[in-house]
């Protein structure tokens, strides 16, 4: 088992930053891709950007390419999204996702998920 659980989320105005983090504890994270997701008002959960074990390969949606980046820190069981430029079609609540091993973009295909923070981004 994995335990998840994201902070960061905030209301800003279009064209700031935040930055969301996902603390992990349980199993041994470093085992673990991490991907993040957001899901809108009346719309499906999407992928939004995942990160290998080592950190060393990362993966995009396209509409957040060149905006956001994701990062971790397994020393502190820590992945990050820093969001840049954000704009008000990015509100939705982000949340963050683990599976074993391989990095993957599909909601299926990840097990362990937190609870979500919300991201409100105003014109």
């Known amino acids: 088992q994995v335990q998840l659980v994201e902070s960061g989320g905030g209301l800003v105005q279009a064209g700031e930053s935040l930055r969301l983090s996902c603390a992990a504890s349980?199993?041994?994270?470093?085992?673990?891709?991490v991907g993040w997701f957001r899901q809108a008002p009346g719309k499906e959960r999407e992928f939004v950007a995942a990160?290998?074990?080592?950190?060393?390969?990362?993966n995009y949606a396209d509409s957040v390419k060149g905006r956001f980046t994701i990062s971790r820190d397994n020393a502190k069981n820590t992945v990050y999204l820093q969001m840049n430029f954000l704009r008000p079609e990015d509100t939705a609540v982000y949340y963050c996702?683990?599976?074993?091993?391989?990095?993957?973009?599909?909601?299926?295909?990840?097990?362990?998920w937190g609870q979500g923070t919300q991201v409100t981004v105003s014109s």
């Open positions: 349980g199993r041994t994270f470093s085992n673990y891709a």
């Open positions: 990160i290998s074990r080592s950190g060393s390969s990362t």
């Open positions: 996702a683990a599976r074993w091993l391989v990095l993957r973009t599909t909601v299926g295909e990840y097990d362990y």
